[in-house]
Nanobody
Framework: QVQLVESGGGLVQAGGSLRLSCAASERTFSNYAMGWFRQAPGKEREFVARISWSAGSTYYADSVKGRFTISRDNAKMTVYLQMNSLKPEDTAVYYC????????????????WGQGTQVTVSS
């Protein structure tokens, strides 16, 4: 069982930056692909970014491409989401997730989820 704890959310003005962190409890963290999703009020949870177990492969939703960067430090058992040029439409609860096999863009591909961290971008 992998426990995931997100941190780093908060209130920021449009154009600003935040870095989210997701710390894992499992020492086999390096075996998991990791992803970030977000859920805005009244909307479905949507894919944001994913990274392979080795960090050799990343993939982003079109809405965040060029503004967000996903990375991981397997020694620290942590995955990050650097968010730049934030927009009000990025406001959501952000969740990290771990996949035992391939972690793609679908929620069903992930086996473990964190509790989420709120990101609010003011205009």
């Amino acid at each position: 069982q992998v426990q995931l704890v997100e941190s780093g959310g908060g209130l920021v003005q449009a154009g600003g930056s935040l870095r989210l962190s997701c710390a894992a409890s499992e020492r086999t963290f390096s075996n998991y692909a990791m992803g970030w999703f977000r859920q805005a009020p009244g909307k479905e949870r949507e894919f944001v970014a994913r990274i392979s177990w080795s960090a050799g492969s990343t993939y982003y939703a079109d809405s965040v491409k060029g503004r967000f960067t996903i990375s991981r430090d397997n020694a620290k058992m942590t995955v990050y989401l650097q968010m730049n040029s934030l927009k009000p439409e990025d406001t959501a609860v952000y969740y990290c997730a771990a996949a035992r096999t391939y972690g793609g863009v679908k929620r069903s591909q992930y086996d473990y989820w964190g509790q989420g961290t709120q990101v609010t971008v003011s205009s």
